[in-house]
């Protein structure tokens, strides 16, 4: 409304100022008109002095409405007439000099002077006093006028503003509405809506893209923010490796707070434990690969040693040129001492199973060797008693006792061969042929298997793997003792010892069957862990949690047990069958 009022006021003023020229103007065209059209009088009058001539004038100039006075001067400064629209006499004023007659408004008043020539003849001077309008008068003529477009302007200006409001102003000031709402919880969630098919269309068009890019770079930033508050520590440094930004692990890992290394080095964590070749190789790494991965010890704020997995990652610009380094560590000490306590477990573990394997053993021995001292306690004996008592003895005979004492002296020493092979300290892998292994171990027990009458099954392939021989014997052996100890108890039935070896999915697979009557179901998931017997006060529980430990740490491969009902010789039996998987390439 302002806008169409100070329009229509310049608008107004402009075609005032146009009016009070074109008056002006005028004034001096009607100037000039009454000394061409009287120009024949003026020279009647001034030259042949005809004094007829000036009535002629003054009814002429009747005509002329603005004209309110009018003096002819000759050209030496006389006036020879005058004129006054009220024919109201006055004296004239004399001939100014030419330098002061200049044209004069004032107030309704426009005063100048002209000329007076006839067919080319200088005859005098021609004084005006024309009337015109001021401003005011203007105004004044035009009141009603004025007043009419006025409110004709008011009210088109009040449409106008509706209109304009309606189609413009309304729609920025609910964009505005709109914009001063949002925020960063769930304003950006948040769309303008709009019928617009103009400009201001695609204005909101626009603005809801922009809201779009802003979420989703939100969601970036927050999903960034989660993750850089991780429980591994995280430090960016820029190419010069000072520190720019820590996470709060990073405080909780080492002691630091980040106002402590900000515009620091990461060497402030430096322990002292790697040289200066350490950190070459790392740079070097990092050069050539953009990352680096690998466990390192560095310092805690209160001087402590900890232990970390350390990944660091190098970000590039578009010209391939540094522009951050970007560490993530997790603090390992905690792990390093549980590794440490359950190797030390594991070391305990080992220990006790070779020293109940020892007692096994030696047991075995005393067993084994019993029947053959025997033997050559009979033989010296014999011998010695007929020495002792003279009585004839043949030389053949003597060398037949001797044979059998030496034969069975060769037989103990080959036992003892086996057992000090059985616990020759070797983890170093070599190849050998599966179904040796399970000879050497069965040759090591079979004595007391065979006081319990326990019939051996076999079906063994030739299979050769490289692996560690005397641990899959151990463990091999703690499996036949299991079967031999179960079957100690069935006195009523055959006592079975099923055993084969065969190639399934590039393994070697050895299993172990008894008809023992297998696990109880309640209790066969728990048999592998360590201290869990079946034997009550003869079982330690560590022999089957050993023999798992070797065959999946150290043989690389796999242990298993079910119970199983079969049949055999048309009978049917239960019993539990152990498998072990070990890889052809290992």
């Not at 629209?85 to 030419?98: A, C, E, M, Q, T």
């Not at 960063?184 to 068009?205: A, C, H, M, P, W």
């Not at 049949?567 to 019993?575: A, K």
Request: some cysteine; overall charge negative; aromatic content about 10%.
């Amino acid at each position: 409304m302002s806008v169409i009022l100070l329009t229509g006021v310049i608008g107004y003023s402009t075609f005032v100022y146009w009016y009070m020229n074109n008056q002006y103007n005028k004034s001096l065209d009607s100037a000039k008109t009454v000394g061409l059209v009287l120009a024949q009088d003026f020279a009647k009058l001034v030259l042949l002095n005809n004094v007829s001539a000036a009535a002629d004038i003054s009814s002429s100039l009747k005509s002329f409405s603005n004209l309110d006075a009018l003096v002819l001067y000759t050209l030496d400064g006389k006036p020879v007439l005058q004129y006054s629209i009220d024919n109201v006499s006055f004296k004239p004023k004399p001939l100014p000099n030419k330098s002061e007659r200049k044209s004069i408004i004032n107030g309704n008043k426009f005063k100048l002077y002209v000329d007076a020539k006839y067919q080319g003849t200088h005859l005098g001077y021609m004084y005006f006093n024309l009337h015109i309008d001021t401003i005011s008068d203007v105004i004044k003529k035009n009141i009603n006028a004025l007043i009419l477009i006025i409110g004709f302007m008011f009210i088109l200006s009040y449409l106008l503003t509706m209109y304009f409001a309606k189609k413009f102003t309304d729609p920025i000031l609910n964009l505005v509405s709109f914009l001063e709402k949002i925020d960063l919880v769930d304003g950006l969630k948040n769309r303008i809506k709009t019928e617009e098919q103009n400009e201001y269309g695609k204005l909101f068009s626009e603005v809801n893209t922009m809201l779009d890019r802003l979420e989703s770079s939100h969601n970036v930033l927050k999903l960034a923010a989660v993750a850089f508050e991780t429980q591994n520590g995280i430090t960016i440094t820029d190419k010069n490796q000072k520190i720019l930004q820590v996470n709060s692990a990073f405080t909780d890992i080492t002691g630091y707070s980040a106002e402590e290394v900000i515009g620091k080095t990461p060497k402030i964590l430096q322990s002292g434990l790697h040289d200066a070749e350490f950190y070459e190789q790392m740079r070097f790494f990092l050069k050539e690969n953009n990352f680096w991965i690998g466990e390192i010890n560095n310092k805690h704020k209160d001087g402590s040693i900890v232990n970390e997995h350390l990944t660091i990652h190098v970000v590039l610009d578009d010209d391939g040129e540094v522009l951050y380094y970007v560490g993530s560590f997790l603090d390992m000490t905690s792990q390093k001492n549980t590794e440490k306590k359950l190797k030390e477990k594991e070391n305990l573990l080992v220990q006790q199973s070779k020293m109940a394997a020892m007692g096994e053993m030696i047991e075995n021995i005393a067993h084994q060797w019993k029947q053959p001292l025997s033997i050559i306690s009979a033989a010296s004996t014999s011998i010695m008693l007929k020495k002792d008592l003279k009585l004839p003895f043949e030389k053949d005979e003597e060398i037949k006792q001797l044979t059998v004492v030496n034969d069975t002296v060769q037989y103990l020493s080959h036992t003892i061969d086996d057992f000090r092979e059985f616990f020759r300290p070797d983890k170093a892998k070599r190849v050998f042929n599966l179904k040796n292994c399970y000879k050497k171990a069965l040759n090591l027990v079979e004595s007391k298997l065979k006081s319990l009458s326990i019939e051996f099954i076999d079906n063994l392939d030739d299979i050769t793997i490289s692996s560690l021989e005397n641990e899959l014997i151990q463990v091999l052996i703690n499996l036949l003792n299991n079967a031999k100890d179960v079957l100690e108890d069935k006195k009523s039935q055959r006592r079975l010892i099923f055993t084969d070896i065969y190639v399934e999915n590039k393994n070697a697979i050895l299993t172990i069957k008894d008809n023992g009557g297998g696990i109880p179901e309640n209790i066969i998931e728990n048999i592998f862990e360590p201290y869990f017997t079946t034997k009550e006060l003869n079982g330690t529980g560590i022999g089957l949690n050993m023999s798992k430990e070797i065959i999946t740490g150290h043989l690389n491969g796999k242990i298993s047990v079910k119970n199983s009902t079969y049949i055999y010789e048309d009978v049917q039996y239960t019993g539990a069958i152990f498998k072990i998987s070990i890889p052809l390439e290992n």
